[in-house]
């Protein structure tokens, strides 16, 4: 896969330049089914992560590396590596993408990002980032996750609180 290589050789680039700072992540996730059926749980839409009558490790478990560069005057690059236990632990870019600050209010984003369906999508891989085994199947199971592709988010506050909105295309195979 070209990603890993490209990724690797601008990460080179850019530690020469600014801030470099990793970040890591694991949940090892067990689970199996407790019924005379011989019924098996679904516990993963997207990825088909199954659970049987026997103690299973694989269908939940995730490990995950991000690194983020802060490059200076607006501009950093972020990129997250995550491995399943359901694709053996092989790798893979959840996301790569390079933000630019165009003010304080306003951000422009390129590259592969995970889809902003919901509250938890950003950080869905990140199991203890949430008060759940896991969340909700029914709004967090898609069977796309991530697009290559622009965004412009905009926030600003708003009495208390802070009002974000969002413009994002790209495409996904």
């Not at 970040?23 to 019924?39: E, I, L």
């Not at 560069?69 to 399943?84: E, H, I, K, P, Y």
């Not at 984003?109 to 008060?131: I, M, N, T, W």
């Not at 085994?133 to 609180?161: F, M």
Request: glycine share 10%; with cysteine; aromatic share 14%.
């Amino acid at each position: 896969m070209r990603y890993p290589v490209l990724i690797a050789l601008l990460m080179l680039c850019l530690v020469s330049h600014g801030d470099l700072r990793f970040n890591g992540f694991a949940s090892v996730v067990g689970g199996r089914t407790v019924s005379d059926n011989d019924d098996a749980f679904l516990a993963d839409y997207s990825l088909v992560g199954l659970y049987g009558d026997e103690i299973n490790f694989q269908p939940e478990s995730t490990m995950g590396l991000q690194a983020r560069a802060d490059l200076n005057q607006g501009l950093s690059f972020t990129t997250q590596w995550v491995a399943r236990g359901l694709n053996d632990y092989n790798s893979e870019v959840s996301y790569a993408y390079i933000i630019y600050q165009l003010s304080s209010e306003l951000t422009l984003q390129a590259g592969r990002k995970r889809l902003p369906l919901q509250y938890y999508s950003e950080f869905f891989d990140v199991g203890f980032a949430y008060p759940w085994i896991r969340p909700p199947a029914d709004l967090y199971t898609w069977q796309i996750l991530n697009y290559n592709g622009v965004s412009l988010e905009h926030k600003t506050r708003l009495g208390d609180g802070t009002l974000g909105t969002s413009f994002y295309v790209g495409r996904e195979k």
